[in-house]
Nanobody, 125 residues
Framework: QVQLVESGGGLVQAGDSLRLSCATS????????VGWFRQAPGQEREFVAA????????FYSDPVKGRFTSSRENAKNTVHLQMNNLQPQETGVYYC??????????????????WGQGTQVTVSS
């Protein structure tokens, strides 16, 4: 069983930055590909970013490319999402999710096996 806990959300103004963290636990010494998704009220869950199991490869949706960066600290089983120049329309609940095995799809919710509870990000204008 893989458990994920997001943290780092909060209230910021447009143009500010936030750094989210996703602490993972599961098989001892194991690492998992991790994706980031966000969901605004009444909206579909949207892919944001993903990072490979060893951190060697990252993926980003077009709206966040160049502003968001995903990284990981393997020794702490923690994945980070640095979000710069946040905009009000990016307000929502941000989730991290883990794949037990590397999937051909990094952006599809169905490709992920475990999900965190989410952390609220609110961006005011």
């Amino acid at each position: 069983q893989v458990q994920l806990v997001e943290s780092g959300g909060g209230l910021v103004q447009a143009g500010d930055s936030l750094r989210l963290s996703c602490a993972t636990s599961g098989r001892p010494g194991s690492l998992y590909p991790v994706g980031w998704f966000r969901q605004a009220p009444g909206q579909e869950r949207e892919f944001v970013a993903a990072i490979s199991w060893n951190g060697g490869e990252t993926f980003y949706s077009d709206p966040v490319k160049g502003r968001f960066t995903s990284s990981r600290e393997n020794a702490k089983n923690t994945v980070h999402l640095q979000m710069n120049n946040l905009q009000p329309q990016e307000t929502g609940v941000y989730y991290c999710a883990a794949q037990l095995y590397t999937s051909a799809s990094t952006s599809c919710t169905r490709s992920y096996d475990y999900w965190g509870q989410g952390t609220q990000v609110t961006v005011s204008s």
